[in-house]
């Protein structure tokens, strides 16, 4: 029962973690790092926003080799599932919105994806697979893990700004309130799993 709880708690994760990125694309007042790029390569390849997301996060876990990280059943799922639910989430918002209602989108989106994180991450079924290339890179390279995160989000902001991708204001709202509402999130949704029980020694 409780590996099926997890497996529900995975799944629900990950659509969501989809709906809040487009939440946040569809706000148009700037999205994350990985989302930047995303938008840039869709403007020269025009695959879609959803499939261009699955696509880098195969070439992300191909990054794992070299690192020795091991995917979970989540990480599998997170990169094959997020992308589609992001295109079913740009589906079903309207664009050209007023402001103030793209900046409801933005927030809404933004509570939206810390929830998700929580559920999925709370599930114990291993770590995405951008997330696993931020542990990874920190395993190998002993930097503490905050510079890493920092310096790989650099580069991919930089690389999908030049692309064309959406950088503003959202931006650096995200940068900055992400991580604080996933601290928030991911202890109340974590599925606590029973501990060992312990080995009984045999009597005399």
Same mark, same amino acid.
């Given at each position: 029962?409780?590996? *099926?709880?997890?497996?529900?708690?995975? +799944?629900?994760?990950?659509?969501?973690?989809?709906?809040?990125?487009?939440?946040?694309?569809?706000?148009?007042?700037? $999205?994350?790092?990985?989302?930047?790029?995303?938008?840039?390569?869709?403007?020269?390849? =025009?695959?879609?926003?959803?499939? !261009?997301?699955?696509?880098?996060? @195969?070439? &992300?876990?191909?990054?794992?080799?070299?690192?020795?990280?091991?995917?979970?059943?989540?990480? !599998?799922?997170? @990169?094959?599932? &997020?992308?589609?639910?992001?295109?079913?989430?740009?589906?079903?918002?309207?664009?050209?919105?007023?402001?103030?209602?793209?900046?409801?989108?933005? @927030?809404?989106?933004?509570? *939206?994806? @810390?929830?998700? *994180?929580?559920?999925?991450?709370?599930? =114990?079924?291993?770590?995405?697979?951008?997330?696993?290339?931020?542990?990874?890179? =920190?395993?190998?390279?002993?930097?503490?893990?905050?510079?890493?995160?920092?310096?790989?989000?650099?580069?991919? #902001?930089?690389?999908?700004?030049?692309?064309?991708?959406?950088?503003? $204001?959202?931006?650096?709202?995200?940068?900055? +309130?992400?991580?604080?509402?996933?601290?928030?999130?991911?202890?109340? #949704?974590? !599925?606590?799993?029973?501990?060992?029980?312990?080995?009984?020694?045999? *009597?005399?």
């Amino acid at each position: 029962m409780l590996v *099926t709880r997890r497996l529900i708690q995975l +799944l629900i994760g990950l659509f969501l973690y989809g709906i809040g990125i487009a939440l946040i694309v569809r706000g148009a007042i700037g $999205v994350a790092p990985w989302d930047v790029l995303t938008q840039g390569i869709d403007a020269h390849l =025009h695959l879609g926003f959803g499939l !261009i997301t699955t696509l880098t996060s @195969a070439l &992300v876990l191909l990054l794992w080799i070299p690192l020795r990280q091991k995917p979970g059943l989540g990480t !599998i799922l997170n @990169a094959l599932l &997020v992308g589609p639910a992001a295109d079913v989430g740009l589906w079903l918002i309207p664009t050209d919105l007023d402001l103030w209602l793209r900046c409801v989108l933005f @927030a809404a989106g933004l509570i *939206t994806l @810390a929830v998700a *994180t929580g559920l999925y991450i709370g599930a =114990h079924f291993g770590p995405g697979p951008r997330d696993g290339l931020m542990t990874g890179l =920190h395993k190998r390279t002993g930097g503490p893990i905050w510079v890493v995160r920092t310096g790989i989000e650099v580069v991919v #902001l930089a690389g999908g700004w030049l692309l064309g991708g959406n950088v503003g $204001v959202g931006t650096v709202l995200f940068a900055l +309130l992400v991580g604080p509402l996933c601290n928030l999130t991911m202890p109340l #949704l974590a !599925i606590k799993r029973p501990a060992p029980q312990p080995i009984l020694e045999p *009597t005399p």
